[in-house]
């Protein structure tokens, strides 16, 4: 522990991924006797997530503000950055935690910030588009670069993205790596996996490539879901064929799609982490990957991995392990023993070991 009944304020949104990651860590650190407000940027919370963070004994402080991604100028950004300031002398905090680094990069905090690097506008325009990054985009990705040059650390969720943060930022110093860490459900159903094919997340995304999986379940005749937002904030919309659209489900109703043990399916072009794929394997489904850099590094012996560009290549792999029981049953099992290297536990501690040394670097030293 940092201290004794330290104080954390933590950004986070509703939008994919970040919420989970900040809500599994923030109750952690709450077991840990350590007080955790969640600072909201962007869209408002439902009543789910409210809930959620309540029975965590997290404080939630609905801020309005926004991010980076969001954002129409910089000087949204900035102006951000010193109300989380202000709000985090208010809340008496001893350490600020940026999941929006941005707001780093013309604000000092008084007190050490240890900003995460989970996805910005620049890796993710060089991943999906694979062109120069457009004029009006710059300023953002002038604000990330000194947000995460302000930082006292900087994490990141996978060495894949580490590397490509410190090339793309030019940054002195590989980001830390601490791997991104969820609760397993504690049993498996003991019936057999369904036949189907699932996947999650931002679907209005296009680093997510759901167009590639729409092709692929045309050449199937097994039910193809996705649950997640269709419509981004940024005003992105998808839509899809043949794939069923089921929308943004509540934590419960996510975590009963996992648990039929579906095939679990992600092309995506880029995906630094990919927290909804931990949650499949977690819940005992076979993995059927993009080969990139990051999903290699996480899940290198635990799935089939195809290219980003060839449906019929995905199609074949699903095809391959629907077709051959025992052959899912190994994927499966392999994915579920790996996930462990991803649990709660190892995360929260190597975060709480990064907090420790910037909040009480003498008594982290001295450990």
């Known amino acids: 522990m940092p201290t004794d009944r330290s104080s954390i304020v933590m950004t986070t949104d509703a939008v994919g991924g970040i919420w989970s990651y900040s809500l599994d860590l923030g109750r952690d650190l709450v077991r840990h006797d350590m007080r955790v407000v969640l600072a909201v940027l962007g869209p408002e919370l439902d009543e789910d997530k409210r809930a959620s963070a309540a029975d965590a004994g997290i404080d939630v402080i609905e801020t309005g503000l926004a ?41 000092p905090f008084e007190v050490p910030v240890l900003a995460v690097c989970h996805s910005c506008v620049a890796t993710w325009w060089a991943a999906v588009r694979g062109t120069p990054l457009p004029d009006d ?87 193809f879901r996705a649950a997640g937002p269709t419509d981004g904030p940024n005003g992105a919309h998808a839509s899809f064929e043949r794939i069923e659209m089921l929308g943004p489900l509540p934590e419960a109703a996510m975590r009963a799609e996992f648990a039929a043990r579906p095939l679990y399916a992600s092309p995506a072009l880029y995906e630094p982490f990919g927290l909804a794929v931990l949650e499949a394997a977690q819940s005992g489904c076979a993995l059927v990957l993009s080969d990139i850099e990051s999903f290699t590094e996480l899940w290198h012996d635990a799935a089939l991995f195809v290219p980003t560009d060839d449906p019929e290549a995905l199609a074949a792999a699903i095809g391959r392990l629907l077709s051959d029981p025992a052959l899912r049953a190994d994927y499966a099992e ?8 991803f649990g709660l536990e190892p995360f929260s501690r190597e975060m709480m070991r990064l907090y420790r040394c910037l909040i009480d670097p003498p008594r982290a030293m001295a450990s």
């Open 67 to 107: 991010p980076e991604w969001l954002a129409t100028q910089a000087s949204e950004v900035e102006q951000a950055g010193a109300a989380l300031a202000d709000l985090a002398v208010r809340e008496g905090a001893d350490l600020v935690h940026l999941n929006h680094p941005a707001l780093a990069a013309s604000t």
């Open 137 to 223: 985009f710059m300023w953002r990705t002038d604000l990330v670069r000194r947000g995460y040059r302000s930082a006292s650390t900087l994490v990141a969720p996978t060495r894949a993205f580490a590397e490509m943060t410190q090339r793309v930022y030019g940054l002195a110093a590989l980001p830390e790596v601490v791997y991104n860490g969820r609760v397993a459900p504690e049993a498996l159903v003991a019936t057999p996996p369904l036949d189907a094919v699932f996947t999650a997340g931002r679907l209005w995304d296009d680093g997510k490539n759901l167009g590639l999986l729409d092709r692929a379940a045309g050449l199937h005749h097994v039910p």
């Open 334 to 341: 392999a994915a579920r023993n790996r996930s462990r290297v």
